[in-house]
């Protein structure tokens, strides 16, 4: 039986992470907007850069993976995630740790990114708030799941329909309420970067049906439906459709949210676990 080019990194990651004592994770949180202070609040944690990780991508090579118990959940944590891809790379490669943590046991991924209120039935989602993704739309013209038919790690055809964990969104809500941090439901449209979107393309994305437009996110989602974790996905809201944008606005904005999306992070730990275990119960059942 061939042995897909993914299947074969991720076997040798993970018996290279298992040879260095780094534990299974039941979670992965990939916050892409940076990770603050999270790495400090792991207890009995640990880092270690990729580029010691026999089998990892180079498009990883320059990441640290962090863990540790994270409010009684154990978790794995990206720092440091690629920013470009390389030409030529396979699509898969961006999205390599989410198989990979699937594989040494996480059943699910909470994902952070920057993203754009777009104007949508006369609702447009504040600067500075949060958005918990309920839906998708990969606008990106690209899918990392190309070329992985003889993939073990998931189905050729995955169901999207479960992707968006609703107990996770339910559980995020209820913690953005008790941090007083502004937060709503919102469908997503996935776009290509690394350029920023022009104004028409906003325009657009919002008659499709999404209220926030994020750039390469289409790659973690489709890679978590493939791997079959529940995801909660998180936008944080840096511009509206009619804003001037940049870089440099971009990452301090993040950088002024982030205290707030820790808190909500540390909060929804336990919850996740919750979820996690409601999850092995139904299987076992």
């Known amino acids: 039986m061939t042995t897909s080019l993914l299947d074969a990194a991720v076997d040798q990651a993970r018996n290279a992470l298992s040879g260095r004592s780094v534990p ?28 010691r990780v026999d089998g990892v991508p180079r498009a990883w090579r320059d990441a640290v993976l962090a863990w540790g118990d994270f409010h009684g959940l154990a978790v794995w944590m990206l720092e440091d995630a690629p920013l470009e891809a390389e030409a030529g790379e396979p699509v898969w490669m961006r999205s390599f740790p989410v ?27 504040a600067v500075g708030s949060l958005a918990f993704f309920t839906d ?27 992707v968006h964990d609703p107990h996770l969104r339910r559980a995020a809500l209820a913690a953005a309420e008790r941090l007083g941090v502004s ?10 970067g690394p ?17 926030v437009a994020v750039q390469d996110l289409a790659g973690p989602l489709l890679a978590a439906a493939h ?14 459709e009619r804003d001037d944008v940049d870089v440099a606005r971009i990452a301090s904005l993040c950088q002024a949210v982030a205290p ?26």
């Not at 916050?31 to 580029?51: E, H, S």
């Not at 699937?102 to 447009?124: F, K, P």
């Not at 350029?195 to 209220?211: H, I, K, M, S, V």
């Open 24 to 51: 299974a994770p039941e979670a992965l949180f990939w916050p892409a907007t940076g990770t603050g202070i999270l790495p400090g609040r792991l207890v009995r944690g640990g880092k270690l850069p990729l580029d």
């Open 99 to 125: 198989w990979l943590a699937a594989a040494s046991g996480a059943s699910a991924l909470v994902h952070a990114s920057a993203g754009v209120a777009l104007e949508r039935d006369g609702r447009e989602l």
């Open 136 to 162: 998708h739309i990969n606008l990106s013209g690209a899918s990392p799941l190309g070329g992985l038919g003889e993939s073990r790690l998931g189905p050729m055809f995955p169901d999207q329909t479960r």
């Open 183 to 192: 937060a709503a439901e919102a469908i997503v449209a996935c776009t290509a």
């Open 195 to 211: 350029t920023l979107d022009t104004p028409a393309e906003r325009r657009f994305f919002a008659r499709a049906g999404a209220d």
């Open 227 to 240: 791997a079959g974790l529940g995801t909660l996905g998180v936008g944080v809201i840096v511009a509206r």
């Open 260 to 285: 707030a999306l820790d808190d909500l992070f540390w909060q929804l730990a336990a919850d996740v676990q919750k979820e996690i275990r409601a999850r092995l119960d139904e299987d076992l059942a």
